[in-house]
């Protein structure tokens, strides 16, 4: 089992720029990827960016150039750097791991951009 516990969601302004923190425990061996999703209301949840199995990174296109993804090399800690914030960006920000083809999901935290 994997638990994932994320952090640092908010209210912040459009341009302003968030953190976000996942922290990983349990059997954190042999994760396989990691990576950061969100799913807005009324629509299906999506990735935004995450470790590929090769440890090579991959971003959604619309943030692409504002977000950044990275971490502690066990896998311990994932963060999501983001800025530039813009109001399509409001979602639950989930974190995801997947360890012999089981996912593995955090509860979410909620990201709002507003003015």
């Known amino acids: 089992q994997v638990q994932l516990v994320e952090s640092g969601g908010g209210l912040v302004q459009p341009g302003g720029s968030l953190r976000l923190s996942c922290a990983a425990s349990g059997s954190i061996f042999n994760v396989n990827t990691m990576g950061w999703y969100r799913q807005a209301p009324g629509r299906e949840r999506e990735l935004v960016a995450g470790?590929?199995?090769?440890?090579?990174?991959n971003y959604a296109d619309s943030v692409k150039g504002r977000f950044t993804i990275y971490g502690d090399n066990g896998k311990i800690m994932v963060y999501l750097q983001m800025n530039g914030l813009k109001p399509e960006d409001t979602a639950v920000y989930y974190c995801?791991?997947?360890?012999?083809?089981?996912?593995?999901w955090g509860t979410g935290t909620l990201v709002s951009v507003s003015s």
């Open positions: 995801h791991a997947e360890r012999y083809g089981m996912d593995y």
């Open positions: 470790f590929t199995t090769g440890g090579r990174t």
